[in-house]
């Protein structure tokens, strides 16, 4: 089982990453718009978060995900829409890996 604390502290550390290359930063909350109009992370930026956020995940748990598939980008709900979606997209797709990996 993994700890969503672990997985936004991931996405946290993605979108220092990203924020230098933004007009307007992120603010690292749980509310956070990652994807809509809302956000000011065009698709590009977006792209490279989640990129930084799978790299994360491997780095911190041996798992390679791929997030941005056409599963998650087909849901009507967003998992991309903010860090709170993403973290508990994250986590399922994280307890849905068997536990031998």
Same mark, same amino acid.
Request: charge should be negative; proline fraction near 5%.
């Given at each position: 089982?993994?700890?969503?604390?672990?997985?936004?502290?991931?996405?946290?550390?993605?979108?220092?990453?990203?924020?230098?290359?933004?007009?307007?930063?992120?603010?690292?909350?749980?509310?956070?718009?990652?994807? #809509?109009? +809302?956000?000011?992370?065009?698709? &590009?930026?977006?792209?490279?978060?989640?990129? =930084? *956020?799978? !790299? #994360?995940? +491997?780095?911190?748990?041996?798992? &390679?995900?791929?997030?941005?598939?056409?599963? =998650? *980008?087909? !849901?009507?709900?967003?998992?991309?829409?903010?860090?709170?979606?993403?973290?508990?997209?994250?986590?399922?797709?994280?307890?849905?890996?068997?536990?031998?990996?």
């Amino acid at each position: 089982m993994t700890h969503l604390d672990s997985i936004i502290s991931i996405i946290y550390d993605a979108i220092d990453d990203l924020n230098p290359t933004l007009r307007s930063q992120l603010d690292k909350t749980p509310e956070t718009v990652l994807f #809509g109009p +809302e956000s000011g992370v065009d698709s &590009v930026g977006l792209v490279r978060l989640v990129i =930084a *956020v799978e !790299q #994360g995940i +491997e780095n911190q748990f041996g798992i &390679v995900l791929t997030l941005a598939d056409d599963a =998650a *980008v087909s !849901q009507r709900n967003s998992p991309f829409r903010s860090v709170r979606r993403l973290a508990a997209f994250v986590k399922t797709r994280l307890d849905e890996v068997p536990a031998n990996g």
